[in-house]
């Protein structure tokens, strides 16, 4: 009996991977799609209780403004621009432009760094207003 499987290419696997900011992108860039969903649900909860009316209203605004609370709202806040940010990079891609390995990696760092800097500066200007 032969072995079919002399002579073919074995299939990729994460010992032959450089771990690359790019690499790293996409896997937060799929994270944080997913959490746009859950985080998504506490949009809804927080609008489905304005519409229930005061008592509901400040119940729920007490949960989101415990110190959990803004530390989940601070996180999806930053799942949204960074997933806005690899969005961005991405239509970029689509259109043929940034395909260089020394470009990509660079726009990787810094959509990552733009992303916790247009975060803090969100959240800066959310407790100016207030």
Do not use: C
Request: hydrophobic share 50%; aromatic share 14%.
């Amino acid at each position: 009996m032969t072995n079919v499987t002399n002579g073919r290419p074995l299939s990729p696997h994460l010992q032959i991977y450089k771990f690359e900011p790019t690499m790293a992108m996409s896997i937060i860039h799929r994270i944080t799609g997913g959490a746009l969903y859950f985080g998504t649900i506490l949009v809804a909860a927080w609008l489905v209780a304005a519409a229930s009316g005061k008592e509901t209203f400040d119940w729920v605004n007490g949960i989101y403004g415990s110190i959990i609370g803004q530390i989940v709202l601070f996180g999806y806040t930053w799942a949204m621009i960074h997933h806005l940010l690899g969005g961005l990079r991405h239509i970029a891609w689509d259109l043929g432009y940034g395909f260089e390995k020394h470009f990509a990696n660079k726009l990787a760092r810094l959509s990552f760094i733009s992303s916790i800097t247009l975060t803090i500066l969100v959240w800066i200007a959310i407790f100016i207003v207030r």
